[in-house]
């Protein structure tokens, strides 16, 4: 399995922007679809957005389409999630994960193995 660290995450004033970054060792980092996830207080853990083992292909849940933009550098090992507009739901903790399996873009958490420990975002109105 490839280790995740996320960073990047904090507080912000709503329609501020943060950049959470994702900082994936141990394996081949390129092997791996990516995936942003959330998950609040009180909530079940959300699909955010994904991206292919090459970035050339990108999904997005309805929620935070055309906000958010997830990137990655496979020279870096690393997988980021702009956001940008933020409003207080989406105050969360935000997961990054790596998946194998070519149905990561079903956005469902069974489809990833790897998960980094979380980063907190909250987004104060």
């Known amino acids: 399995q490839v280790q995740l660290v996320e960073s990047g995450g904090g507080l912000v004033q709503a329609g501020g922007s943060l950049r959470l970054s994702c900082a994936a060792s141990?394996?081949?980092?390129?092997?791996?679809?990516m995936g942003w996830f959330r998950q609040a207080p009180g909530k079940e853990r959300e699909f955010v957005a994904a991206?292919?083992?090459?970035?050339?292909?990108?999904y997005y849940a309805d929620s935070i389409q055309g906000r958010f933009t997830i990137s990655r550098v496979n020279a870096k090992n690393t997988v980021y999630l702009q956001m940008n507009s933020l409003k207080p739901e989406d105050t969360a903790v935000y997961y990054c994960?790596?998946?194998?399996?070519?149905?990561?873009?079903?956005?469902?958490?069974?489809?990833?193995?790897?998960w980094g420990q979380g980063t907190q975002v909250t987004v104060s109105s």
């Open positions: 991206i292919s083992w090459s970035g050339g292909r990108t």
């Open positions: 994960a790596a998946s194998e399996r070519s149905s990561y873009s079903r956005g469902l958490s069974t489809d990833f193995d790897s």
């Open positions: 141990g394996r081949t980092f390129s092997r791996y679809a």
